[in-house]
Antibody, heavy 118, light 106 residues
Framework: EVQLQQSGPEVGRPGSSVKISCKAS????????MNWVKQSPGQGLEWIGW????????DYAEKFKKKATLTADTSSNTAYIQLSSLTSEDTATYFC???????????WGQGASVTVSS | EIVLTQSPTTTAASPGEKVTITCLAS?????MYWYQQKSGASPKLLIY???SLASGVPDRFSGSGSGTSYSLTINTMEAEDAATYYC?????????FGGGTKLELK
């Protein structure tokens, strides 16, 4: 069974950084691109970017290019998103989602909440 | 960036009723994808490549459309279908989602 297990809730101070993990199991981690999606409280979904764990290549939505950094550790089958220079607008739930052919997000993590508070 | 506009924003349906959700794209897209999100849960893939049903999705769900106009139809509403539905495209970077349609049980 494909599973994406995300790390727990994070609280970050304004201006600081947080790093969320997404541990994959039940499939070959390097065979699938991983997407990251943001959902602000009571709001819709926003695509942040993707990472290809095999090559480490990434692509980001313009809005998140200076905010998010995507990485992957193939030894532990874990994808990461680091959010920097936190502001209140970063308070949200962040999902990782596996991308399968044809460009579908067929498995999702449970979401990791980030709260920015002083 | 391609903007996806869903309508209605909120709707309610009785069991057995037919429900249609529309997604209009600001530019032509080659395919549309639909996700269902229940309260407190992660989104779940429903429809891919405009009209293909994802694995395990009941066949009362269907998708159609082309160009800039797409729709998701629930043929006969069931209580478990109460959720928020999102359309999504990846014809051009960035991937974008519609604003969501909240479907409630009447």
């Amino acid at each position: 069974e494909v599973q994406l297990q995300q790390s727990g809730p994070e609280v970050g101070r304004p201006g600081s950084s947080v790093k969320i993990s997404c541990k994959a199991s039940g499939y070959t981690f390097t065979d699938y691109v991983m997407n990251w999606v943001k959902q602000s409280p009571g709001q819709g979904l926003e695509w942040i970017g993707w990472i290809d764990p095999e090559y480490g290549s990434t692509d980001y939505a313009e809005k998140f290019k200076k905010k998010a950094t995507l990485t992957a550790d193939t030894s532990s089958n874990t994808a990461y998103i680091q959010l920097s220079s936190l502001t209140s607008e970063d308070t949200a739930t962040y999902f990782c989602a596996r991308v399968a052919i044809p460009d579908v997000m067929d498995a999702w993590g449970q979401g990791a909440s980030v709260t920015v508070s002083s | 960036e391609i903007v996806l506009t869903q309508s209605p924003t909120t709707t309610a349906a009785s069991p057995g009723e037919k429900v249609t959700i529309t997604c209009l794209a600001s530019s032509s897209v080659s395919n549309m994808y639909w996700y269902q999100q229940k309260s407190g849960a992660s989104p779940k893939l429903l429809i891919y490549s405009t009209s293909s049903l994802a694995s395990g999705v009941p066949d009362r769900f269907s998708g159609s459309g082309s160009g800039t106009s797409y729709s998701l139809t629930i043929n006969t509403m069931e209580a478990e279908d109460a959720a928020t539905y999102y359309c999504q495209q990846w014809s051009s970077n960035p991937w974008t989602f519609g604003g969501g349609t909240k479907l409630e049980l009447k």
